[in-house]
Structures are given as structure tokens and as C-alpha cells.
């Protein structure tokens, strides 16, 4: 793994087999690899690992790293417990993270991409661009962070279900979400099936393609927001390149290559996506298709001059969906007073970071 560069080996993007591996080419037996990875999952940093000789340890340490991700700050919703995370990475980059709890556990919202490049107009993150795209092993340490944070708080809870909706596109950094994916569900890990993991898209139609192909039936989110390709030009340069007629005829194909159903992401804008004419028109172009549509009035944008629709807009838009039997819901929102919708991460999160106060 040890690169000419001499970079610190990423040992939390392995898996079980490459982490046997990557023990053996260092001169160790090959059930170190399995102690590592069970200690790497459950959230530990090498000094911890204490069925490893503290030399070995040392040695380890020195070479290569455990956990990429750290607890910056953490925001506590007086509302409803949801907890903002702003994870720091090695190379200085922040990413952020939302813990919401719910009856049936915790969800955590990760983040695949310091930024992202898919530039939405609605969408904070990609306000200053994509800065580089994370590893699997940074994927999966906000959640070791996560569990952490739950373990040191005396909760008996964790994270048991995953949504990739934080900053980046999940099927622009393809490779390392798919290994990302692949490490959840190892048993010796954190142990998290498929069933309980969402991934959200913008709509890239060949890589939702190759998706459905990989053996990971994940729930996916489409990030469709309008009913026609005239408006989702507009907010989404996406649009550009792949037509509503592809996301469609690719979100169908994800449908019958997995079982899942489809889940459709509309963000409501107002004066520009919201009217009840809006509504029918994504009524007559998702008749038919096995999915359900999650409105969520759109966390106002300062920046671009987009706002949001008052509840009497959704409950309009809604019943209009209702009446043509498409399943629909608004999406509940969690973490309002701590900035933790959707769009509106990481920037002024990172603005605030100086005065904020949290812990460190
Ligand atoms: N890149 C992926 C996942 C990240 S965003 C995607 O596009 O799906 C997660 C969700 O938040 C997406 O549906 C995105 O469109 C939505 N979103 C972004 N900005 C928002 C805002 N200001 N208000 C409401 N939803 C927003």
C-alpha cells in the first residue's frame, strides 16, 4: 500500500481480504488484518488496539492511518436532539454530517465529496466547486465518528441507517462509494445492510446504469425537482447532458434490476417550480412507475435568490400528486434551528467554525 510518496497507508478503505493482504506484505500474520479491521470499525485508533503488541502498534502508526476522520465541532438541535457534525479530514478539509434520530434508530447523512462540481443552483455545496472526493475509509469514519460520539454520550444507540445526501454526488466519486458501500454490510464491521442505506443523485444517467449493475441494492434517490427539462436546465446543470426522459427511463431500470423502489427528490422552489400546473404535469410523467415523491420546500439560498413555499404551496402541491395516486409525502425536516437541512452545509458552517464554540 506504502506508495512512492510514502503517503500513510488508508487502512480503513480496506476490506477484510486487502487488510490480510496488506498485513502480509508487512511482514505480519494474516490474522492481524482481521483484529485491525474489527478495531478500525469500532472506532478505534491504533493506541487502543490492545490485543496488538504495543510495538507493533508504534509501528503501525507510524506508517499508516485508522481513523481519516475527526469530530471538529458539534451542533446539538434544541428542537429535536439532531446533532451537526463537522468532520475534519487529514489534509485539512471539512466535510459535514447530520445525525438524526428517529423511533427506529439513528440515521447519519454523510457526505461522499468536499463540495461538489454538479453546481445546482439551490445548492450551497457546490458553491465553491467540488475540492476533491473522499475515500471509502473517509465515508465510513463520520460514522465510526458518529458512533463515537453516541458511545462517549452514554447512549446505547447507533448509526443503523445511512443517506448519502451530504456534500458531492455519491456517483461522481463512483468507485469509492461502491467500496464505501461493500465495507457497511461486512459483518466483522458496522454491520449496516443495505436495506437501511439511500443514495441521492442528480440524475447521472450512465452511472446510474452501471449502478443497478453492482449487486448493491441500495434505496436510490433521484434528485429530480422538476417536471421538465426546460426548468431543470435552469437549476441543474446536469440537465445539460442528460434529458428527464433518461433519468426517468434509468430510474426504471434501477426499479426492475433491484426490486427498490424509486424515490424522487422535489425540492419546491418557489416561482419557479411550485404550481399546482407543475404538479400535474410530474403527476402524468410518473404515472405508472414504482416510487414515491418527497417534497421538501427548499431551504431559502440568499446567494442564488432562490426561496422556499409556504406550507399552504406544498399541501396544494401534494394533494394534486395524492389525486393522481402518486405516493407522495413532504419530508420531515430535522435540525432547523442548527442548519442542518439539506443545501445549506459545510459553508456557513465553516464561516461559523471560529465563534461557534463547539467541541473540539
Ligand atoms: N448530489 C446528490 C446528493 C446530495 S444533496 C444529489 O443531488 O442528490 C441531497 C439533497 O438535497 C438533494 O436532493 C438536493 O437536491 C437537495 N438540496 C440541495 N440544496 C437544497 C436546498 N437548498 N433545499 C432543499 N433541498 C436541497
Known amino acids: 500500500m506504502t506508495t512512492t510518496t510514502h503517503s500513510p497507508a488508508d487502512l480503513a478503505s480496506l476490506s477484510p481480504a486487502e487488510l490480510a493482504d496488506w498485513c502480509k506484505g508487512a511482514g505480519l500474520p494474516a490474522f ?13 485508533d491504533f493506541p487502543e488496539m490492545s490485543n496488538l503488541p504495543a510495538a507493533l502498534r508504534e509501528k503501525l502508526a507510524a506508517g499508516a492511518v485508522a481513523q481519516p476522520v475527526h469530530i471538529r465541532t458539534t451542533r446539538v438541535s434544541a428542537l429535536d436532539g439532531t446533532v451537526k457534525f463537522l468532520f475534519a479530514l487529514a489534509d485539512g478539509n471539512c466535510v459535514e454530517g447530520v445525525l438524526m434520530r428517529y ?19 439551490f445548492c450551497a455545496s457546490t458553491l465553491d466547486g467540488c475540492v476533491r472526493s473522499l475515500t471509502a475509509g473517509e465515508m465510513l469514519g463520520q460514522i465510526l465518528c458518529a458512533n463515537r460520539y453516541l458511545a462517549e454520550a452514554g447512549e446505547d ?8 445526501m451530504g456534500s458531492g454526488e455519491p456517483l461522481d466519486n463512483y468507485d ?3 467500496r464505501f458501500l461493500r465495507l457497511l454490510r461486512e459483518p466483522e464491521g458496522v454491520n449496516i445492510g443495505l436495506r437501511n442505506v439511500s443514495l441521492s443523485t442528480c440524475g447521472l444517467v450512465d452511472r446510474m446504469r452501471a449502478f443497478a449493475e453492482e449487486g448493491l ?10 417536471p421538465n427539462d426546460e426548468i431543470r436546465r435552469r437549476l441543474m446543470p446536469v440537465a445539460n447532458r442528460w434529458p428527464i426522459g433518461d433519468v426517468l427511463a434509468a430510474s426504471r431500470h434501477y426499479v426492475e434490476k433491484t426490486g427498490r423502489r424509486v424515490i424522487f427528490e422535489y425540492a419546491l422552489v418557489d416561482g419557479v417550480n411550485a404550481d399546482p400546473a407543475q404538479a400535474e404535469e410530474l403527476a402524468a410523467r410518473l404515472r405508472g412507475f414504482q416510487c414515491h415523491v418527497n417534497l421538501i420546500p427548499l431551504n431559502d439560498v440568499p446567494e442564488r435568490g432562490l426561496r422556499g ?10 394533494d394534486t400528486l395524492t389525486a393522481h395516486h402518486i405516493s407522495a409525502t413532504r419530508r420531515r425536516e430535522m435540525g432547523d434551528d442548527i442548519e442542518g437541512a439539506c443545501g445549506q452545509l459545510r459553508r456557513r458552517e465553516l464561516e461559523q467554525v471560529t465563534s461557534d464554540g463547539g467541541q473540539e
Do not use: D, Y
Open 103 to 121: 423511533h427506529h434508530g439513528c440515521t447519519l447523512c454523510v457526505s461522499t465529496q468536499v463540495g461538489c462540481r454538479m453546481g445546482c443552483a
Open 309 to 318: 413555499v409556504s406550507e399552504a404551496q406544498v399541501r396544494r402541491f401534494l
Open 157 to 164: 444507540n447507533r448509526v443503523h441507517n445511512v443517506v448519502l
Open 32 to 44: 492481524r488484518g482481521k483484529q485491525i479491521f474489527q478495531w478500525i470499525h469500532r472506532g478505534a
Open 176 to 178: 469509492q462509494t461502491c
Open 217 to 226: 441494492p441500495v434505496t436510490l434517490s433521484v434528485s429530480l425537482h422538476v
